[in-house]
């Protein structure tokens, strides 16, 4: 008699990463972008997909699309590597530098994926706790460091959910004191004020996490990249990444959107002006609030429970990511920037809601 082999017990008491979704007309709770691609570049990506060898192999070294952005960040070819979605790329680098007898250090509350991915590979997992502003704290960094000798640290600036942006002095002194390498999750660093990828560098243990699912509106494209040390990126392409692993039509969607640099500064520039008019609303509510770098915002309801609060803004056919189970989140909302009319939406029913 057949037998299933019984799941791994570490696999077994961990809960996967979900965020639910229903039937709504204002969906803010993923983080994605509010608006769809350009027109133009999807007339030129349908055109493209006509000429691409679908019978052939993709190049399996992805070089083209590594060659334009390397050109966009001002950096080598060689220092690109890129993965389906930024979640593969952090997978990638634990199964190179993590795994069994080593440990990644997190610093909560931040992005429950990268404590998740490093338990997935076999990774140990020492946790900090940022500062009560949810920035990184040097003295408890310095802690997990001595107490942990941690291979791999993540540091995600702005952090999500929390929408924080770290200072590159902090930054700074977290990588020259890191104790193995350092990965800078920039999902959302197009909206911030200032980038880590000025810190990359080939003798530098540190590497930039970027997504092209916010800003270049390709959520369900899963494309995600990072800028790092050759010798990583090799490393990375050599021994983590699975062959022909990034597919034709993906590599061709990554080129042609960096066609359209301008639109995606122009959709920057509109959801910066929407994140400060919902934080500028949210200021005037009973409210808790951060300050954020990021396409969205976290806040606290002061008068009714969080959960309350989100029941009634489903009931208001507007749905926002419940926060509240997460580290240090109790009764935590987070609430996604999207079009003008969807924020409006929002700010409305989360006054009747509140």
């Not at 350009?38 to 052939?56: D, G, M, Q, Y």
Request: glycine residues 6%.
């Amino acid at each position: 008699m057949a037998v299933f082999p019984p799941l791994r017990e570490d696999l077994g008491v961990m809960a996967g990463y979900h965020s639910p979704q229903l039937d709504v007309e204002v969906r803010l709770n993923t983080n994605e972008s509010p608006l769809p691609p350009p027109r133009a570049f999807l007339a030129e990506l349908a055109e493209a997909v006509a000429s691409i060898p679908l019978h052939r192999y993709p190049d399996r070294q992805a070089w083209d699309l590594r060659v334009d952005l390397a050109h966009r960040h001002g950096v080598q070819p060689e220092q690109v590597f890129v993965a389906n979605g930024s979640n593969e790329v952090l997978q990638s680098l634990l199964l190179a530098y993590g795994g069994p007898g080593r440990t990644a250090a997190v610093f909560e509350p931040t992005y429950a994926m990268h404590a998740t991915t490093a338990r997935m590979t076999g990774t140990a997992v020492a946790v900090g706790e940022r500062a009560a502003d949810f920035t990184i704290d040097l003295a408890e960094v310095q802690r997990v460091f001595e107490e942990a000798r941690p291979s791999v640290t993540f540091v995600c600036s702005p952090n999500n959910p929390t929408g924080t942006a770290e200072r590159k002095d902090v930054v700074e002194t977290l990588i020259a004191r890191a104790p193995g390498l350092v990965i800078v999750d920039e999902a959302y660093g197009q909206f911030a004020s200032w980038s880590a990828l000025d810190l990359v560098g080939d003798e530098v243990p540190v590497v930039v996490t970027r997504t092209y699912s916010k800003t270049w509106s390709m959520a369900g494209a899963r494309l995600g990249y990072l800028i790092g040390p050759s010798k990583v990126v090799s490393a990375l392409w050599e021994k983590a990444a699975l062959p022909y692993h990034l597919d034709s039509l993906k590599q061709v969607a990554g080129r042609l959107a960096l066609h359209y640099v301008e639109d995606m500064e122009a959709r920057v520039a509109l959801l910066v002006a929407e994140r400060e008019r919902i934080q500028a609303a949210l200021s005037a509510l009973p409210v808790d609030t951060w300050p954020s770098e990021a396409n969205f915002v976290l806040f606290r309801p002061r008068s009714r429970a969080g959960r309350d609060v989100w029941q009634g803004l489903v009931e208001c056919s507007v749905l926002v990511r419940d926060c509240s189970s997460w580290p240090r989140l109790e009764g935590c909302l987070r609430v996604t920037v999207g079009t003008p009319e969807e924020n409006g939406r929002f700010l409305s029913a989360l006054k009747e809601a509140l």
